[in-house]
């Protein structure tokens, strides 16, 4: 990856066109779980979405293997893809970018604040 493809996000999008070529071939029921688990994953990412792209490559190599040994969707994710997500993401407790965000307003008040003297 050079510098100007990790200061554009290039590669990142490139990244996820293939992806989406991936996740296309897979079954219906996949691609249903797979459009749930983009959108249940995405706040737990960084604002690039770069350090969700091994998990997320992670869980469609997944759906790829499952789908090619014949299992249906229910059976490799059960009827908890919340909880699936929550796995993939760290865990429960796992910190979204709201959580960043509000630890840095929060900060940032206090520092504000003290510098006012209140």
Do not use: H
């Not at 979204?96 to 520092?111: C, F, G, I, P, T």
């Amino acid at each position: 990856m050079s510098f100007w493809e990790t200061l554009t996000g290039s590669d990142l999008t490139r990244e996820w066109k293939a992806f989406e070529a991936r996740a296309e071939a897979l079954p219906d029921d996949y691609r249903v779980a797979w459009e749930q688990i983009k959108t249940r994953s995405l706040p737990y990412g960084d604002l690039t979405g770069r350090k969700l792209t091994p998990i997320l490559d992670g869980a469609l190599g997944l759906f790829e293997e499952a789908a090619a040994d014949g299992l249906s969707v229910d059976e490799v994710l059960g009827d908890d893809i919340e909880g699936f997500c929550v796995a993939l993401t760290g865990g429960a407790g796992a910190r979204s970018y709201r959580d960043r965000w509000r630890e840095q307003l929060n900060r940032n008040v206090a520092k504000k604040l003290g510098r006012l003297g209140g």
